[in-house]
């Protein structure tokens, strides 16, 4: 998508990111956030550059693992920007799926979610996902973030960044 806009006119959004992280900023700063330009922002750049922002996070209990059906934690990102319409019909809805980086495991591990890299035939491809501790069966994230329709039990939420190095409450 191309910037329609201002000094960045017909350039790539994800150039001008690399370019100017801080005009996406200004933007907002500035009442632009109904602007075509921002909503790809806010959709698309974090999920390719997850540590360079800050994401709500919700630590969730009562997750039904697929194969022993015990309970267990899972981790959630959102992102503050984005208005999340159904959130409260539909309470996981979450960023990131498929994409996490391989730095959020310990500070999911913190908060006794088990995260790992697996293989995954649905995606072909190997990404950070969701583990039971007690069978150690991988939750593929198209159930957990993405077509969960489980009751699940809203333990913790708080607001992260990343900084020097790791995963920290702000």
Request: a positive charge.
């Amino acid at each position: 998508m191309f910037m329609n806009f201002g000094k960045y006119r017909g350039q790539i959004i994800e150039e001008v990111y690399a370019k100017n992280p801080g005009y996406f900023n200004w933007m907002k700063k500035n009442g632009m956030t109904d602007k075509e330009e921002y909503l790809n922002f806010i959709e698309i750049i974090p999920q390719q550059y997850p540590e360079r922002f800050e994401w709500d996070i919700e630590i969730r209990d009562r997750y039904v693992c697929w194969k022993c059906k015990n309970n267990m934690k899972i981790i959630l990102m959102y992102k503050p920007e984005k208005e999340y319409t159904y959130k409260d019909v539909i309470p996981i809805i979450s960023e990131c799926s498929y994409s996490k980086p391989d730095s959020i495991i310990p500070l999911a591990k913190k908060y006794g979610v088990l995260l790992e890299k697996r293989y995954s035939k649905f995606v072909n491809d190997k990404y950070i996902m969701h583990i039971c501790p007690n069978c150690n069966m991988h939750q593929g994230d198209n159930f957990v973030v993405e077509d969960n329709h489980q009751r699940t039990q809203l333990l913790k939420q708080c607001r992260i960044c990343f900084r020097y190095g790791k995963w920290i409450t702000i």
